[in-house]
């Protein structure tokens, strides 16, 4: 099939467009359950040429880098190309507009793959292509014993059908006007000619009319002069029953989704697009969800919140994220969902016999009652630099803090009472108390990976000590991996550090973000500072301990070999260097009667405001 597919693709070679064909989504049928549509390769790689990536890749502290990885790629294609038979430059201008891949569901057959490609038909590799794809066919045939790459036709008055015969099965297709479609279903394919021609096929409207389709892209579409770059849309619970088809396990699996209200899941879909005004890119992002909610994303009950940082989060913060839950309706769908699968009462009865019981509290009053929902998440890097320095650090809002404390106070004691009173201790930083896995059970831990590490011999990766921390800092319930990390969250809370929502960048994207969405009351919302990872993995690759591993890995690695050769060559940049090409960016979720809609967007370095000096 892969032979048949390459051949397909490679025998656009009618004469130039002419002619301003039917959109893509009118040609498919309704069935559709996967589309991944690009709208011109070519100008989306011109754009991406322009972002803040692209122009990273033409500076001159970088480019000698990028140039010299990429000599040794077209190097290590060499050694293929003769077999393939085109140069990578080929390959990349065969698509010279819209690129799409779609998979048909018709009733009661197998899901058939779809692909849709404009090619320009003066393109000398176009022809190339062709020839040595059919070569291949060719010769697979000879080798697995079929006869390969046998191309019969179908000529109509309008058209003419071809089927090209490969070890998997035969696959058609049709040109038009530089356009090629295939397709492994003959009908599929035929229906859209007949679409093509603007004549309907009986009981099958097109993807256009979808309601499923057409909901998610109106909630993802771009500007009348801008239209998105890339589209794609599933329907989930449609594609799972046509590729499960004659499973009976998965089939019967598909007949749960209704007790956990996942057959309320219709649709999910998005859209890219570049260089959009200010934004360097923007991705819109819809989940379609029937109304009313049940199960699942009935317990998935978001809330609509004013989602400033607090007060301790740090400025130099990787990623932040927090969103606020309605608990007791998680709580109380959660029992339903189970009930439904065990028996009536049999949530309830766990929960007391398991943790009210064990632990001599009510779950319910002492905890679900105290959460008011806000959490939040948080990722800052602990130096110096290494491969797990990013600390994990996660807040839950309470409703009564010193109802908070005594419940932490009763899980402290269950620990120690499992693992001994030297697992957890109490300590105390700038006045403030927490609670802390011990220093003694973190050092054993450490030996032990020592040990293990010095029985395998070499070098070993440098790593951090991850040591639990519990933080009550006012209504703020903080739980995080690092001593380092707890210590800057109690800093910045105090205003001895500087924090996120003082932060110039941060008001201007989350400014962008209500202008965008016409709301300043997202349901979740997502920031991050992705400078700062790459400044950890640029520290980490100058590092004498990757110097080290890189080494021993060269003596039986001729491609870490040269990896370290172009480094010694062409040493890696200056953070202050790049990091202008990687501004701060933000994403956001709000929740209405149809679903979940995201939004993502990056923004050009340009048009940043300047970083603070502090």
Not at 113 to 129: F, G, R, Y
Not at 172 to 189: C, D, Y
Not at 471 to 488: F, G, H, P, W, Y
């Amino acid at each position: 099939m892969l032979s048949a597919f390459g051949l397909v693709l490679s025998t656009c070679l009618a004469s130039a467009q002419t002619e301003t064909r039917p959109k893509t989504e009118d040609l498919l049928p309704e069935t559709t359950v996967l589309y991944v549509q690009i709208e011109n390769v070519r100008d989306m790689l011109e754009k991406i040429t322009d972002s803040n990536f692209g122009r990273m890749l033409e500076d001159e502290q970088v480019s000698p880098l990028i140039s010299e990885f990429y000599q040794q790629g077209l190097d290590a294609y060499s050694n293929v190309e003769d077999a393939v038979g085109l140069s990578l430059e080929e390959i990349r201008s065969l698509p010279s507009g819209e690129l799409c891949f779609a998979l048909v569901a018709p009733k009661r057959q197998e899901p058939a793959p779809v692909v849709l490609i404009d090619m320009d038909p003066e393109n000398e590799a176009v022809t190339k292509a062709y020839e040595r794809f059919r070569e291949f066919a060719e010769e697979q045939g000879v080798r697995e014993g079929f006869e390969g790459a046998v191309v019969e036709e179908e000529e109509t008055e309008e058209i003419i059908f071809e089927r090209v015969n490969g070890q998997d099965g035969p696959l058609f297709m049709f040109r038009k006007n530089g356009t090629l479609v295939a397709s492994a279903n003959e009908q599929v394919l035929k229906d859209i000619w007949e679409r093509w021609n603007d004549r309907p096929v009986e009981k099958i409207r097109s993807l256009s009319e979808n309601r499923k389709f057409v909901t998610i892209m109106n909630r993802c579409r771009g500007t009348k002069e801008a239209p998105p770059e890339v589209r794609a849309f599933v329907d989930p619970i449609e594609l799972a029953r046509s590729t499960t088809r004659g499973n009976f396990g998965a089939q019967a699996a598909l007949n749960f989704l209704p007790i956990l209200g996942l057959d309320g899941l219709l649709g999910a879909g998005g859209s890219v697009l570049f260089q959009e005004q200010e934004f360097e890119t923007v991705f819109h992002g819809h989940v379609l969800l029937a109304n009313p909610r049940k199960g699942v994303f009935e317990m998935l009950a978001l809330k609509p919140a004013d989602y400033q940082p607090q007060s301790w989060v740090p400025y130099d913060t990787v990623n932040y994220v927090t969103t606020s839950w309605d608990v007791p309706t998680m709580y109380a769908e959660l029992e339903k969902i189970v009930d439904a699968f065990a028996s009536e009462g049999a949530f309830q009865e766990n929960v007391q016999t398991r943790i009210n019981d064990e632990l001599g509290i009510d779950l319910q009053f002492d905890v679900i009652d105290q959460l008011t929902g806000r959490i939040t998440y948080v990722q800052w890097n602990v130096e110096p630099a290494r491969v797990n320095s990013t600390a994990n650090i996660t807040c839950l809002e309470v409703a009564d803090p010193d109802k908070a404390e005594e419940m932490v106070d009763i899980f402290v004691e269950r620990i120690r009472e499992d693992n001994g009173d030297d697992a957890i201790e109490e300590d105390e930083y700038q006045g403030q108390l927490y609670w802390k896995q011990s220093d003694a059970s973190v050092s054993d831990r450490v030996d032990r990976r020592a040990r293990r590490n010095e029985e395998r011999g070499g070098p070993s990766m440098e790593l951090r000590a991850t040591q639990a921390c519990i933080l009550l800092l006012n209504d703020q319930l903080i739980i995080c991996d690092s001593v380092e990390a707890m210590k800057r969250i109690v800093d910045t809370d105090r205003g001895d550090e500087p924090a996120m929502i003082e932060d110039e960048q941060f008001s201007y994207i989350t400014g962008k973000m209500t202008r965008m969405l016409g709301t300043d009351m997202p349901a979740a919302l997502f920031f991050s500072r992705p400078a700062e990872q790459i400044k950890l993995w640029l520290d980490i690759a100058k590092s004498d301990n990757s110097f080290e591993l890189m080494e021993e890995a060269a003596v039986d690695n001729p491609v870490v070999a040269g990896l370290m050769r172009t480094m010694e060559d062409n040493p890696l940049p200056d953070f202050e260097q790049i990091r202008q090409y990687f501004p701060p960016q933000g994403s956001f979720i709000t929740d209405d009667e149809t679903g979940y809609h995201i939004l993502a967007f990056s923004i050009r370095s340009e048009d940043m405001p300047e970083e603070s000096d502090e």
